[in-house]
Nanobody, 123 residues
């Protein structure tokens, strides 16, 4: 079992920045690839960014390329999502998730999920 707790969401003006954190407890954190997803009302839960078990490989959806940076600190059992140049369309609940397999590009690949943190970007 892995427990994930997100923090760092909030209300920010367009053009601003937020840093989301996801603290993990339970089984060895460095065994898992980690992803950040987001879900806006009435929309699907979409992958925003992902990082492999040791931080050596990252993936970004088009929505976040050039603006978002995913990173992890295995010593602190924490994964981060730095979000810059935020837009109103970034408004959503953001979830972190852990994937124990070799693939981490779809929601189905993830085994554990956090409860989510709300990000609201005002125009």
């Amino acid at each position: 079992q892995v427990q994930l707790v997100e923090s760092g969401g909030g209300l920010v003006q367009a053009g601003g920045s937020l840093r989301l954190s996801c603290a993990a407890s339970g089984r060895a954190f460095n065994y898992y690839a980690m992803g950040w997803f987001r879900q806006a009302p009435g929309k699907d839960r979409d992958l925003v960014a992902a990082i492999n078990y040791n931080g050596g490989t990252t993936y970004y959806a088009d929505s976040g390329k050039g603006r978002f940076t995913i990173s992890r600190d295995n010593a602190k059992n924490t994964v981060y999502l730095q979000m810059n140049s935020l837009k109103p369309e970034d408004t959503a609940v953001y979830y972190c998730a852990a994937a124990g397999g070799s693939s981490y590009f779809t929601a189905e690949a993830y085994d554990y999920w956090g409860q989510g943190t709300q990000v609201t970007v005002s125009s």
